[in-house]
């Protein structure tokens, strides 16, 4: 990708309004329908240990008070005809993602360069309800899972492109019923190989994985239900379950219990757990842990909520969102920070987090780099 670009919100995007006449009115709820989604990873507990202090009181400190070189980017949110747009890669003025064609006939997926007119890399009849699963920017180009709402079998397609969304070409089309969570699991790119998760009746699921030149797909299977995090670590995707989970080495099959009390959903990345502690009403508190259970501590109550699917972006910041604002807990300055408000939709992957304002008319998104955070 070109200098600064980072890997997006691994985004589900649904595609816009049938072939048909479109209407300003039609044009909007097509964009609706293609902003939405966003969002599983992993780890191993002991049994739980006391949480450490909740941050202090009062109104979290703001972005600037905190990072006072912090200044988030703007990327346009409207294309050709108005056409709204909904970045899934975003980089230092370059952005990859999911806009509907004016006429509304189209779902594609768009390079922005900066400075320079969009260029579409792919583009799928809208009639067969298309989504963009996955889409990953590596140092050799693109890559991104293709599937289609209308089909029965839950299958789809893997391409990859270059840097810039040129040269798009079929890797596999053997991706079985692919397990998308909108998390950076959904598609794995590592050792010029690409791995995904699919489920098989048993219940069980295949860990897939192809070449990125193309070749036969390998599969390793689990019992149980799986989705990918950080490679080579599955997790259980069970969703929303309270109590334990487990995590599985796909390179050695070996497993790891998390153990969860029956009170708290976990989810969990390879450096961190998020915990969800509940009461008889809904979520009393957000935590964070260690995967080996240590080093403890609360961030917020539970008028926030987690705002993505990936548990802290960098290994270093967990994002939650309350009624209008977004914030971000600092796991090395140990404290909440208010980032922005009110935002519309709010997605993040990598090092990167942005957030829209405006509406569909008049869309914008804003882009910060989280990894110019000291």
Not at 215 to 235: F, K
Request: aromatic share 6%; proline share 10%; with cysteine.
């Amino acid at each position: 990708m070109p200098p600064g670009i980072h890997e997006a919100g691994p985004v589900e995007v649904p595609a816009a309004v049938p072939p048909r006449t479109v209407t300003p009115a039609r044009l909007r709820k097509a964009a609706l329908t293609v902003a939405l989604v966003l969002g599983a990873v992993v780890v191993a507990l002991p049994s739980p240990v006391r949480p450490g202090p909740a941050p202090r009181g009062g109104e979290p400190a703001g972005l600037g008070d905190v990072w006072p070189h912090a200044r988030p980017v703007e990327l346009r949110g409207n294309l050709d005809g108005g056409a709204p747009y909904t970045p899934m890669v975003v980089g230092s003025g370059t952005s990859v993602g999911v806009s509907p064609s004016a006429d509304g006939t189209q779902v594609r997926l768009m390079f922005l360069p900066e400075g320079g007119p969009p260029r579409v890399v792919r583009a799928l009849p809208a009639d067969r309800s298309p989504r963009f699963v996955g889409v990953t920017a590596t140092a050799a180009g693109l890559v991104w899972a293709e599937t289609f709402e209308t089909e029965t079998t839950g299958t789809g397609e893997i391409w990859r492109a270059g840097p810039d969304g040129t040269g798009p070409a079929p890797v596999t089309a053997d991706t079985g019923r692919m397990v998308v969570f909108g998390a950076q699991g959904d598609l794995v790119v590592h050792d010029a190989t690409v791995s995904w998760a699919a489920s098989v009746p048993g219940p069980a699921t295949e860990i897939r994985s192809v070449a990125l030149a193309g070749g036969a797909v390998h599969r390793t299977t689990l019992p149980g239900r799986y989705s990918l995090a950080a490679w080579p670590w599955a997790v259980s995707a069970a969703v929303e379950q309270p109590g334990s989970t487990d995590l599985v080495d796909v390179t050695t099959l070996r497993s790891t219990p998390v153990r969860g009390e029956a009170t708290e959903i976990l989810d969990c990345g390879p450096v961190w757990c998020r915990v969800r502690v509940l009461r008889q009403d809904g979520v009393a508190r957000h935590e964070l842990m260690r995967p080996d259970g240590g080093d403890r501590r609360r961030l917020a109550a539970g008028d926030l909520r987690p705002a993505l699917r990936d548990v802290a972006l960098l290994d270093r910041f967990e994002i939650l969102l309350g009624t209008t604002d977004v914030y971000v807990y600092d796991t090395t300055r140990r404290r909440l920070v208010r980032v922005a408000g009110p935002v519309g939709t709010v997605l993040g992957h990598g090092a990167a987090l942005w957030w829209s304002t405006g509406d569909n008319d008049r869309l914008t998104w804003h882009v910060l780099d989280l990894g110019a955070l000291d």
